[in-house]
């Protein structure tokens, strides 16, 4: 079991290291990608491409997920790794708009759209891998491997990027400084195949293959039959990806571009909030198999619900104090909530569609508001000229989460017995 979740942290974190860099690389791909002139216009144009990536992650569940339910987790696993160190490779030779005019954003674009594709079948394959081969009793815990490796993943995004940041003076870093940790990529991508590849197959997907249960169709019986677990699992998910990607992608940009900090205090506070989630997330998780995940996700969408307003009027305050305090308040909130999810998104599907069924919600929720977010933040604000404007959008998603949540019937105790 060791092994088992070593291995799968290993490898999903260097998958979302992959995806990471282009968060943190926001501002700088807005400059050299993009004509000189209307900086408001080309960052929400580079924050749009970002979001590209999450169109094409349904489509990427969909085809991860009928690999993943005919011929394997691990098969699907293996593959979905090439799908995402290759292109992030290639973003590290991607000449700028100087060089080759509109193609620069367009290659950017299409590079984003494979990385999509890979994710789309690579983190609900981890999840499903993980939670599948635990004993009932401890799926929420081992399932918040996969919520650790992925913040692992986004802080080792940031602690790269920040010691190639370290000896190099702005122009150096945003000449050829940032290509460094996505060239990086290329290796890491080969690591995170050798472990994958030495990993044993789910024992749960063994069992149902050796039943002869196994979907021969899983999209059109997903489709068919699990509509009603889907609209839950959006439900549910949307207070996991809005508030994360607002916390790991968009609090950069935010905390450099309207609170007129540093990119070091940005990258630092960062940091600090994956730590905080890389803490909580499996305490959460650990609680939810004593008392129940729906218990745990129903009182911290309450907290979103309550509590987002206040912090984003700390948040707003020109003191540095005020603005970490703000948003290590809000990382205590999505690593509580976070926690149980990916067990509850394995309760909710039965094995012979579980694959199509997580990755199809996790992908639809992750691309219309996930992918979205840092987009949609900044479209806000910028239209609406109010800040506050972004905490009405978690305060909207926080109550999409509760009402599904009351519909939803926990699995946990089903589990155990």
Known sequence: MRKIIISGMLSNGLEWYDYALYAYMTLIFSKLFFPAGNEAAHLLATLGIFAVGFVARPFGGILFGVIGDRLGRRTALVLSIFLMAIPTGCIGLLPTYAQIGIWAPMLLTLIRVLQGLSLGGAFSGSITFLVEHSPPDRRGLVGSASVASLVIG?????????????????????????????????????????????????????????????????????????????????????????????????????????????????????????????????????????????????????????????????????????????????????????????????????????????????????????????????????VTGNKYAIAYYVMACAVVSLIALFFYRDRHQEALA
Request: with cysteine; hydrophobic share 50%.
């Open 154 to 382: 986004f802080l080792l995004g940031s602690v790269v990027a920040s010691i190639v940041k370290a000896p190099l003076s702005d122009a150096q870093y945003e000449s050829w400084g940032w290509r460094i940790p996505f060239l990086l990529g290329i290796v890491i991508g080969f690591i995170g195949f050798y472990i994958r590849e030495h990993c044993e197959e789910s024992p749960t997907y063994e069992a149902a293959k050796q039943g002869g249960i196994l979907s021969q169709t899983p999209v059109k019986d997903v489709l068919r039959h699990e509509r009603k677990h889907i609209a839950q699992a959006i439900g549910i998910y949307i207070t996991v990806t809005m508030p994360f990607y607002l916390l790991s992608a968009y609090f950069i940009t935010f905390t450099e571009h309207s609170l007129h900090r540093s990119k070091e205090e940005a990258l630092l506070l960062n940091t600090i909030n994956m730590l905080i989630l890389l803490v909580l997330s499996p305490f959460s998780a650990w609680l939810s198999d004593r008392v129940g995940r729906k218990k745990i996700l129903s009182l911290f969408a309450l907290a979103f619900l309550l509590l987002t307003y206040p912090i984003f009027h700390l948040l707003l305050q020109p003191a540095f104090s005020s603005i970490v305090i703000a948003q290590v308040l809000f990382a205590i909130m999505v690593g509580f909530y976070i926690g149980p999810v990916p067990a509850l998104l394995v309760e909710i599907f039965p094995t012979r569609l579980r694959y199509t069924g997580m990755a199809l919600s996790y992908n639809i929720c992750a691309a219309l508001f996930g992918g979205t977010a840092p987009m949609v933040c900044e479209w806000l604000v910028h």
